[in-house]
């Protein structure tokens, strides 16, 4: 049988926990599709992965990763592909695994299932030379990506859509604050808040990161290394605060995010880099009659729909760097010292 090379985490710790192993080409099974894997995109699950997350049990040892581009290699038998797609064709990964029959499923919100997985956290991912997924998991490549930027979009564009479109229902003429505005997630909130007609604000950490993000449509940004993000959003909304907050970031930020709520604003959250534990006062929630929603991926339809816009030139994929998969260490490295200017991703 031929082998592969492939990112396993075998045991929680350090960037010597990701180790490169040999494991025979899989074999795709009825219903599934073998997807010669030519990037891999991380993100900050990669890290929780590897490092571990107290309370929650990950399934180790774990091929690690959500994101990937490559081409259709094989089907199983009986696999049909939808959009007209055929061995050798380039796709991009889906990064969420469902049943496909449940009652969530069949309403469009797959996310919401009760089997449901994400790659790389919950059952193996994408980096690897090959893997094989259900047919559902694979859509067209949009012509204008490279293949390195096709990995970088997936898991973060899915994210902030479903947190800003689904969840907090942002509209065209609110302002929204979007924290981490250079991050894979901040930098798609962003541009769908754009998209949206929302006037959008972002943070980003020091000037060239600024400048970036005023680049990819935000009206406003913040340094928050140099000034109160607080401060900053009452002095532009003329006090009146913002209608959305789009929130990752978690203990450094999430008390500054309610006060910088308008009258019915809605915070949105999808996770916590800086640590989940945060003070609330319930008093300023039924005051100000603020939301605050919880949000994780979003549906197969609606990142179907946002590769469309990828098509039609209306989003972009922020790619910092592609590095040679045997410097996954690097990469993790760069991630969570925050030096990356955009998504970073490892080539196959």
Same mark, same amino acid.
Not at 49 to 62: A, D
Not at 157 to 165: E, I, R
Not at 200 to 212: D, F, L, N, S
Not at 269 to 294: E, M, N, Q, R, W
């Given at each position: 049988?031929? @082998?592969?090379?492939?990112?396993?985490?075998?045991?929680?710790?350090?960037?010597?926990?990701?180790?490169?192993?040999?494991?025979?080409?899989?074999?795709?099974?009825?219903?599934?599709?073998?997807?010669?894997?030519?990037?891999?995109?991380?993100?900050?699950?990669?890290?929780?992965?590897?490092?571990?997350?107290?309370?929650?049990?990950?399934?180790?040892?774990?091929?690690?990763?959500?994101?990937?581009?490559?081409?259709?290699?094989?089907?199983?038998?009986?696999?049909?592909?939808?959009?007209?797609?055929?061995?050798?064709?380039?796709?991009?990964?889906?990064?969420?695994?469902?049943?496909?029959?449940?009652?969530?499923?069949?309403?469009?919100?797959?996310?919401?299932?009760?089997?449901?997985?994400?790659?790389?956290?919950?059952?193996?991912?994408?980096?690897?030379?090959?893997?094989?997924?259900?047919?559902?998991?694979?859509?067209?490549?949009?012509?204008s990506l490279s293949e390195p930027? #096709?990995?970088?979009?997936?898991?973060?564009?899915?994210?902030?859509?479903?947190?800003?479109?689904?969840?907090?229902?942002?509209?065209?003429?609110?302002?929204?604050?979007?924290?981490?505005?250079?991050?894979?997630?901040?930098?798609?909130?962003?541009?769908?808040?754009?998209?949206?007609?929302?006037?959008?604000?972002?943070?980003?950490?020091?000037?060239?990161?600024?400048?970036?993000?005023?680049?990819?449509?935000?009206?406003?940004?913040?340094?928050?290394?140099? +000034?109160?993000?607080?401060?900053?959003?009452?002095?532009?909304?003329?006090? #009146?605060?913002?209608?959305?907050?789009?929130?990752?970031?978690?203990?450094?930020?999430?008390?500054? @995010?309610?006060?910088?709520?308008?009258?019915?604003?809605?915070?949105?959250?999808?996770?916590?880099?800086?640590?989940?534990?945060? +003070?609330?006062?319930?008093?300023?929630?039924?005051?100000? @009659?603020?939301?605050?929603?919880?949000?994780?991926?979003?549906? +197969?339809?609606?990142?179907?729909?946002?590769?469309?816009?990828?098509?039609?030139?209306?989003?972009?994929?922020?790619?910092?760097?592609?590095?040679?998969?045997?410097?996954?260490?690097?990469?993790?490295?760069?991630?969570e010292a925050r030096e990356a200017?955009? +998504?970073?991703?490892?080539?196959?």
């Open positions: 049988m031929a @082998s592969m090379c492939c990112i396993v985490v075998r045991e929680h710790g350090g960037y010597d926990r990701l180790a490169l192993e040999q494991r025979e080409v899989p074999t795709p099974a009825p219903g599934e599709v073998r997807v010669k894997v030519g990037a891999i995109g991380l993100n900050h699950l990669d890290t929780w992965v590897r490092r571990g997350v107290p309370g929650h049990t990950f399934p180790l040892p774990l091929v690690t990763s959500s994101d990937a581009s490559g081409v259709v290699d094989a089907l199983g038998t009986g696999t049909r592909l939808a959009d007209g797609l055929r061995e050798g064709d380039p796709v991009v990964v889906l990064p969420g695994v469902s049943c496909g029959v449940c009652e969530a499923c069949q309403s469009g919100l797959d996310h919401l299932c009760r089997n449901y997985h994400i790659l790389g956290e919950s059952c193996d991912g994408t980096a690897a030379e090959y893997v094989c997924l259900p047919a559902a998991n694979v859509a067209p490549r949009p012509a930027e #096709a990995a970088a979009i997936a898991l973060v564009f899915q994210t902030a859509w479903n947190m800003l479109v689904r969840r907090a229902e942002l509209r065209a003429g609110e302002t929204v604050l979007v924290h981490a505005g250079l991050s894979g997630v901040g930098g798609a909130a962003v541009q769908i808040a754009n998209a949206l007609g929302a006037q959008v604000i972002a943070t980003a950490g020091g000037a060239e990161k600024c400048t970036r993000v005023e680049r990819l449509g935000a009206h406003h940004v913040i340094d928050y290394q140099s +000034k109160d993000f607080v401060k900053e959003v009452r002095s532009i909304t003329g006090k #009146a605060g913002v209608d959305v907050v789009f929130e990752h970031v978690g203990e450094a930020t999430f008390g500054g @995010s309610l006060k910088c709520l308008a009258r019915c604003g809605r915070v949105v959250t999808c996770g916590a880099t800086t640590g989940g534990d945060v +003070k609330l006062s319930l008093h300023a929630v039924f005051f100000k @009659s603020l939301s605050i929603l919880g949000s994780t991926m979003g549906s +197969k339809g609606d990142l179907r729909r946002i590769l469309r816009m990828f098509e039609q030139g209306r989003f972009r994929a922020v790619l910092d760097r592609a590095l040679p998969m045997t410097d996954v260490q690097e990469a993790h490295r760069l991630l200017l955009g +998504k970073i991703v490892l080539t196959v």
